[in-house]
T-cell receptor, first 115, second 112 residues
């Protein structure tokens, strides 16, 4: 499968713990995006990378959240000191700038439950 | 600020009938517009996009959408609905690749 992959698919943690999610984009896609989706809502943009540079961060991305894409390939999203309000589906997407502006391809998501 | 509205939470249509899922947007300048579909326990899937050019764009699975600049709308349509089209549909606006904004979603139910 050459699509966007995310790991883990599900994560249950206790409040106050740190969690880290991984996203592997489609090979050679320049851009990588992170979103959060809560039940009954549309995805909300968190941040995006172009290659290894983090170019945009939403106000939703509090100081407890950090994202990296160290070699311009896979990315990680870490949440420190998790809170119950962090429970959501975290989605990763990637796109290419080749040939102009293109649509994003989404991974299956990581569902986080904070107890 | 950018925003996308989908005025209907739920759309019900009989199989074989035409369907329309409505979307209006508020984006500065000329937007890029997309429709995505989300099936249960599956990732978001791209349906179609408007970047520039012809106002009527055709996409996957027989869907199409019409960009109307004066009404700031981008309604999704299909001439003949299938039960398998039942899913959650999201309209998305993008301000030159800097900010991807999703609408709240419309749940489509196609009744046999």
């Amino acid at each position: 499968d050459t699509g966007v992959s995310q790991d883990p698919r599900h994560k249950i943690t206790k409040r106050g713990q740190n969690v880290t999610f991984r996203c592997d984009p489609i090979s050679e896609h320049n851009r990588l995006y992170w979103y959060r989706q809560t039940l009954g809502q549309g995805p909300e943009f968190l941040t995006y990378f172009q290659n290894e540079a983090q170019l945009e961060k939403s106000r939703l991305l509090s100081d407890r959240f950090s994202a990296e894409r160290p070699k311009g390939s896979f990315s990680t999203l870490e949440i420190q000191r998790t809170e119950q309000g962090d429970s959501a589906m975290y989605l990763c997407a990637s796109s290419t700038l080749a040939g102009g502006y293109n649509e994003q391809f989404f991974g299956p998501g990581t569902r986080l439950t904070v107890l | 600020a950018q925003s996308v509205a989908q005025p209907e939470d739920q759309v019900n249509v009989a199989e074989g009938n035409p369907l329309t899922v409505k979307c209006t947007y508020s984006v500065s300048g000329n937007p890029y517009l997309f429709w995505y579909v989300q099936y249960p326990n599956r990732g978001l899937q791209f349906l179609l996009k408007y970047i520039t050019g012809d106002n009527l764009v055709k996409g996957s699975y027989g869907f199409e959408a019409e960009f109307n600049k004066s009404q700031t709308s981008f309604h999704l349509k299909k001439p003949s609905a299938l039960v398998s089209d039942s899913a959650l549909y999201f309209c998305v606006a993008d301000d030159y690749g800097q900010n991807f904004v999703f609408g709240p979603g419309t749940r489509l139910s196609v009744l046999p």
